[in-house]
């Protein structure tokens, strides 16, 4: 019913930049919130930011002051500019939407993409 891919993942030096995006599709209107996770290997999936319908975001605290959300004018698109990248941001980061339905809540997950820093 909501399906999401993302783009623009890739292999940077630390310090550099990289800007994450995610187009949704089906049925968006359902869609109150949507976000970024990662998870690197050997580690759980953790949230990075989330961003509500309304505009109000979130942040996890290693990434606070050097990522952003944001939403497009159609509010179905979400992209996460990554500032200041460090060794420890090298992860599968995924796309998120959470569709609500009646009182339920439902999950929905791109495939990922692969972002990797490096010394």
């Known amino acids: 019913q909501v399906q999401l891919v993302e783009s623009g993942g890739g292999l940077v030096q630390a310090g550099g930049s990289l800007r994450l995006s995610c187009a949704a599709s089906?049925?968006?209107?359902?869609?109150?919130?949507m976000g970024w996770y990662r998870q690197a290997p050997g580690k759980q999936r953790e949230l990075v930011a989330t961003?509500?319908?309304?505009?109000?975001?979130n942040f996890a605290d290693s990434a606070k002051g050097r990522f952003t959300i944001s939403r497009d004018g159609a509010k179905n698109t979400v992209s996460l500019q990554m500032n200041s990248l460090k060794l420890e941001d090298t992860a599968v980061y995924y796309c998120?939407?959470?569709?609500?339905?009646?009182?339920?809540?439902?999950?929905?997950w791109g495939q990922g993409t692969q972002v990797t820093v490096s010394s």
């Open positions: 998120n939407a959470k569709e609500r339905v009646t009182i339920r809540l439902n999950d929905y």
């Open positions: 089906g049925r968006i209107s359902s869609i109150n919130a």
């Open positions: 961003i509500t319908s309304g505009g109000s975001a």
